[in-house]
């Protein structure tokens, strides 16, 4: 990596930033220069201000005191309108599509090319948005409904929509969560492109090695304030993480020993849930973590949601504790003991208007129920536990659950179902979005579900966390199982041989 030599003056300038949410201190008095050309990122924990900063300088609110610059603009009181105007425009961690709408009327919402006679030149919409989508080479069609692409596709439709407008200032929020390593590379061929162009990126993320692939200067915050900003050639990945966290961290475990004989507690034998999975066998022990590994497309969690209830099982059998799970709804598969963490906690997971207690409880209501009614004591003594026993960060059981961080609301989450006491519990990506210190603290208790006996099944894009995880990994390719790899014997290289060619 080059690092660009910044201009004499910052493109962005920020000085004395303060934000306050209800209960929380999001920004204090945070300076922040960016200059013209260069690749800025913005590390930090989960809850240390790293959205907020960006939606400020995005328009999406205000902060409540300070100095904003933008090229010698004051843009302290700004309008994601106006932001747009001035060529500020950000890729958002959630996404923020309409569904019901085609990829193209997405791309350009609100500013479609028009003829004369008012009407909307649909072909030049396709076109221009075909053009953009093949910089990120997905194979998208501009004419297909949002609600019909995958995760990982919205999102390119929501980098594709950024790249639409006239850029000067990129903001990319956590933009390779969903993507391959074919589809990162590919976004990072852009943006080294603006970068060369003139155009400025801030790009926030937990992965601290694009930091060192991509990024010319990075800024580290904690608790809202900014602990560093330095060149990244001046500084290393153990550098960051002190100062993001306070202490030096040893999450990754590689080459995990096999889980000590125990009895199965999942079988499944030739599943097959069209139209994503063929055909998949695989087991699950007590005690053991068993990681479902594979490209985006695979099946991953149309097998794991099969298995949950929420997809049709079309043939196959799944065993459960020795008898068969015939539920064919999420409901049956709690009352036998399945429970499933999934791979979006906003949007299918979790209740972000409603409190801590609320949301731990939400799954399990019969423990915190007396005489037909939920007691508001019973709930808060089961969340009471879990926040202890997982350290969720809250200053009370009644804090809305939108203003956690996202680490927190994660262990949240996690909570809400371990709450319902599961034989088998399966997780969906469990740490996406999460910052390295909360990713410690997941790994730690997903080891320790294990250790007490708890049979996990666990879904991760990220090859480092399978290995970091797995007793034993499964690897699917394009809807079947087509092999496994005890946890002590596996390396990136024969996971990615498996998954990409069979």
Request: net charge neutral; proline share 4%; charged share 25%.
């Amino acid at each position: 990596m080059t690092t660009a030599a910044p201009a004499s003056e910052p493109v962005l300038r920020i000085r004395g930033l303060v934000k306050k949410f209800p209960g929380v201190q999001a920004l204090r008095s945070l300076d922040l220069d960016v200059y013209r050309g260069t690749v800025h990122a913005i590390v930090g924990e989960n809850g240390a201000g790293k959205s907020t900063l960006m939606n400020i300088i995005a328009g999406v609110t205000n902060a409540d005191s300070g100095a904003l610059e933008f090229d010698g603009i004051d843009i302290s009181t700004l309008t994601e309108q106006k932001a747009g105007a001035l060529g500020i425009g950000m890729v958002h961690q959630e996404r923020s599509l309409v569904p019901e709408l085609s990829v193209a009327e997405n791309v350009f919402a609100g500013r479609q090319p028009i003829t004369p006679l008012g009407t909307v030149r649909w072909r030049t919409m396709a076109r221009d948005t075909r053009s953009i989508v093949d910089l990120l080479a997905r194979d998208i069609d501009p004419k297909a409904r949002v609600a019909s692409l995958s995760p990982a596709e919205q999102h390119m439709v929501e980098i594709a929509k950024a790249l639409s407008f006239d850029l000067r200032l990129l903001i990319l929020d956590e933009p390779t969560a969903a993507l391959t390593p074919t589809e990162t590379e590919r976004l990072f061929a852009v943006v080294r492109s603006l970068r060369a162009k003139g155009i400025s990126t801030l790009y926030i993320t937990h992965r601290l090695n694009e930091v060192f692939e991509l990024a010319d200067h990075v800024t580290v915050l904690r608790d809202g304030a900014v602990t560093g900003s330095m060149n990244v050639a001046d500084c290393t990945e153990d550098e960051l993480i002190r100062r993001m966290v306070g202490r030096a961290l040893t999450f990754e475990r590689r080459n995990v020993p096999a889980a000590k004989p125990a009895r199965e507690v999942l079988r499944v034998t030739q599943l097959r849930s069209e139209p994503r999975v063929k055909s998949a066998s695989l087991s699950v022990h007590a005690g053991e973590i068993v990681c479902i590994a594979g490209l985006i497309g695979a099946g991953r969690t149309e097998l794991c949601e099969a298995l949950f209830g929420v997809r049709r099982r079309d043939s196959g059998e799944v065993i459960l504790d020795g008898a068969p799970l015939t539920g064919r709804n999420p409901s049956d598969s709690v009352r036998r003991g399945v429970a499933m963490v999934p791979e979006d906690r906003k949007e299918a997971g979790l209740f972000l208007g409603m409190d801590v207690t609320s949301n731990v409880v939400a799954a399990s209501l019969g423990s915190a129920t007396r005489m037909g009614v939920v007691a508001r004591n019973l709930s808060d003594e089961v969340a009471s536990r879990y926040v202890s026993s997982m350290r969720i960060r809250t200053p009370n059981l009644r804090q809305i659950l939108g203003n956690l961080s996202g680490g927190n609301q994660q262990k949240v989450l996690l909570a809400k179902w371990l709450a319902t006491k599961p034989k088998l519990l399966i997780v969906d990506e469990p740490t996406r979005g999460v910052d390295v210190g909360a990713r410690e603290e997941i790994y730690a208790e997903l080891r320790a579900l294990a250790g007490q006996g708890l049979a996990l099944l666990v879904v991760s894009l990220d090859l480092t966390e399978v290995l970091a995880l797995a007793h034993r990994i499964v690897v699917m390719r394009e809807g079947r199982v087509v092999g496994e790899i005890a946890g002590d014997a596996a390396t990136e290289e024969e996971v990615v041989r498996l998954a990409a060619t069979g």
